[in-house]
Nanobody, 122 residues
């Protein structure tokens, strides 16, 4: 079973930056698609960014041009660089894995963890 641990969240002012990390336990990390999701209070979890095994990326419209997803297969970690943060980016951020980018949300390979809290506040 895939295990994932998110880290890197915190409190940041609008316009600031954070880098989230998601460390995976599986030796098969390099063949999995990875994704970042977020859930704001009172809202459903939503997709933020995806990266395929060949490092093709996709982003939600709300974060395009501000967030960058990347992966380092050598250390089995996926990152989310978040720049120009806005109040509306406040949420718990989660990562997960899938056989394909299209299945991460519907058939995730790991249990959803506790995530990492990102709070954008002045």
């Amino acid at each position: 079973q895939v295990q994932l641990v998110e880290s890197g969240g915190g409190l940041v002012q609008p316009g600031g930056s954070l880098r989230l990390s998601c460390a995976a336990s599986t030796r098969l990390f390099s063949i999995y698609a990875m994704g970042w999701y977020r859930q704001a209070p009172g809202k459903q979890r939503e997709l933020v960014a995806l990266i395929s095994r060949d490092e093709t990326t996709n982003y939600a419209d709300a974060v395009k041009g501000r967030f960058t997803i990347s992966r380092d297969n050598a250390v089995k970690t996926v990152y989310l660089q978040m720049n120009s943060l806005k109040f509306e980016d406040t949420a718990v951020y989660y990562c997960n894995a899938g056989d394909l980018v299209s299945t991460i949300g519907t058939r995730p390979l790991a249990a959803w963890g506790q995530g990492t809290q990102v709070t954008v506040s002045s």
